[in-house]
């Protein structure tokens, strides 16, 4: 192994006993409203699974996405636009960061009362998040792929008072596990299985996180001009309103340099959105480091 991928490779475990060092333990005190089920559906989201091999492209993903409370012209409303940014290292190490720009929703009287929402529609500025990830052991004829992946959410989110955004800090720290069960150059797709386990936090008031340990599962069939993942994930807190889970499905379409999705995601708690839509495209940008 080369100086700077093994350098690469111990980085993670130095941040995350760094990570433990610095932040804050279990809460008690805080304010237990700053939960998922208690705002809005972009606020406090569970994290799409990830693959602990990065891949040789920069991968640029736009998507429209929008949350519904239930089918049909009634109930709550969300729509966001949505950027994610993979820049990869060599095979070893990738840097991350995605947003939302703005959530543009509304909901219904219902909603409005149980959430305590100043509001029952606007458009409200959304957050960012950034972090990366760390392939820690290559995989093997049995092992998996192991990575490490750190995440920590911006507050430019608003809109509190509304319930859309939390206007505080969360972090995400997940172990990532990637595995062939077919490989590529069959006869038929590659099928390969993602998972993850691990911890995430927000912060609850001044000085006060709420803690959830968090997971998920990803099965994917992967061809040579087309894709579909079916993912579960969620996490699960220690107080009350705080365990979205959802299933997902997710199509691509990948002819060339331009691939094409469209993900249809179903909450399985009530601290999840019940319905959600995501079409996008995903840009490959060849690097010249990798």
Known sequence: MSGLAHKIRMGPALLLALLALLLPGRSWGGDPSVAPGRMGPNALPTIPNADPVPDDDILVDLQAAAQLSELGLGGDRAFTPYAHLVIPF??????????????????????QLRLGARGSSGRTPGDVRFGARFLLCSEGAVRPAIGFRFLT???TGKGFIDRRFTNSPAYVLDLIFGKDLVGPGGPGPRIRLLAKAGFTAWEQGANDQDDALDGGATLQLLGAWAGLDLEWRGYFGWEKRDKPQLLGL??????????FTLTVNRGLSADAPAWEARVGVVLHIPTFWN
Do not use: Y
């Open 90 to 111: 060599r095979g070893v190490a990738a840097f991350e960061a995605d947003g939302v720009p703005f959530e543009s929703w509304r909901v219904s009287p219902q909603t």
């Open 250 to 259: 997710r199509g691509m379409l990948t002819p060339g340099v331009i691939d």
């Open 153 to 155: 959410k911006s507050t």
